[in-house]
T-cell receptor, first 109, second 116 residues
Framework: GQNIDQPTEMTATEGAIVQINCTYQTSGFNGLFWYQQHAGEAPTFLSYNVLDGLEEKGRFSSFLSRSKGYSYLLLKELQMKDSASYLCAVLDSNYQLIWGAGTKLIIKP | GAVVSQHPSWVICKSGTSVKIECRSLDFQATTMFWYRQFPKQSLMLMATSNEGSKATYEQGVEKDKFLINHASLTLSTLTVTSAHPEDSSFYIC????????????FGEGSRLTVL
């Protein structure tokens, strides 16, 4: 079966750095997405990785290793507004999005 | 600005009534739209894939007669929850992909349905 694993919840301090990991086992791979979802709102796009390596976009970076079935989202200079759920999703060989359960990130002052 | 718009954002209805939710792509044509349901503290659950001009493809366990999907144009898909019951209360979200199968997936604002 297809499976996406990510931690349920993480806590970090304002101004610090946090890394949210995602491992996946899917039938085929056409890219991995990270989305941010604030409580009660729809998800918003953060990043898309299809090649190995690190993609940096401001305070957020996303890394992919296809051979290891692994990705992480790195958030730097954490702000209170970064408190949200972060969803990892993989596009499989049929171009269907397989979603992880999300990681709830709690930022403390 | 938003590229996928969903309406209404909030709806409260009585048990047994039907509710229609609209999803529009604002600046692109979407031959395919996706409908999700999300219960509190849970991940998105794909309900169905809406195909313009043809029948929707429903995920296993989703009742097609209860959740009616109509994708009448390239910019509009509707989800109708028929004979709603309290257990149908949830956050319903639509999405559409711009730019092909690997294009960015945009989400509507979501519709929170409460069935009394």
């Amino acid at each position: 079966g297809q499976n996406i694993d990510q931690p349920t919840e993480m806590t970090a301090t304002e101004g610090a750095i946090v890394q949210i990991n995602c491992t996946y086992q899917t039938s085929g791979f056409n890219g991995l997405f990270w989305y941010q979802q604030h409580a009660g709102e729809a998800p918003t796009f953060l990043s898309y990785n299809v090649l190995d390596g690190l993609e940096e976009k401001g305070r957020f970076s996303s890394f992919l290793s296809r051979s290891k079935g692994y990705s992480y989202l790195l958030l730097k200079e954490l702000q209170m507004k970064d408190s949200a759920s972060y969803l990892c999703a993989v596009l499989d060989s049929n171009y269907q999005l397989i979603w992880g359960a999300g990681t709830k990130l709690i930022i403390k002052p | 600005g938003a590229v996928v718009s969903q309406h209404p954002s909030w709806v409260i209805c009585k048990s047994g009534t039907s509710v229609k939710i609209e999803c529009r792509s604002l600046d692109f044509q979407a031959t395919t739209m996706f409908w999700y349901r999300q219960f509190p503290k849970q991940s998105l659950m794909l309900m169905a894939t809406s195909n313009e001009g043809s029948k929707a493809t429903y995920e296993q366990g989703v009742e097609k007669d209860k959740f009616l999907i109509n994708h009448a144009s390239l910019t509009l898909s509707t989800l109708t929850v028929t004979s709603a019951h309290p257990e149908d209360s949830s956050f319903y979200i639509c999405s559409a992909r711009r730019g092909g199968e690997v294009g960015e997936l945009f989400f509507g604002e979501g519709s929170r349905l409460t069935v009394l």
